[in-house]
Nanobody, 115 residues
Framework: QVQLVESGGGLVQVGGSLRLSCEAA????????MGWYRQAPGTQRELVAR???????MYADSVKGRFTISRDNAKNTVYLQMNSLKPEDTAVYYC?????????WGQGTQVTVSS
């Protein structure tokens, strides 16, 4: 059984910063990819950023230069540092991991950017 526990969401003003964390617990072995998606009301879930075991990263164009993804393999944890936040970053952010061909998802954490 695998559980993803997210933390770090909340309310922040435009231009502010937040750091999301997601720890994978349970039967964890050789996580291939870790990442973050987000979903705003009335929209489809979209990829924000992902990082492979070799630390190769990919970002959505909308967050490049503002967000940084990182991982701590010893802790099975992925982080998303979000700077220069904009109102359009408001969404529920979901952590995910890909392991042995399967995707696992967190419960989501709300990020709200107020103007």
């Amino acid at each position: 059984q695998v559980q993803l526990v997210e933390s770090g969401g909340g309310l922040v003003q435009v231009g502010g910063s937040l750091r999301l964390s997601c720890e994978a617990a349970g039967s964890i072995f050789n996580i291939l990819v870790m990442g973050w998606y987000r979903q705003a009301p009335g929209t489809q879930r979209e990829l924000v950023a992902r990082i492979t075991g070799g630390d190769s990263t990919m970002y959505a164009d909308s967050v490049k230069g503002r967000f940084t993804i990182s991982r701590d393999n010893a802790k099975n944890t992925v982080y998303l540092q979000m700077n220069s936040l904009k109102p359009e970053d408001t969404a529920v952010y979901y952590c995910y991991i890909m392991m042995w061909g399967l995707d696992y998802w967190g419960q989501g954490t709300q990020v709200t950017v107020s103007s």
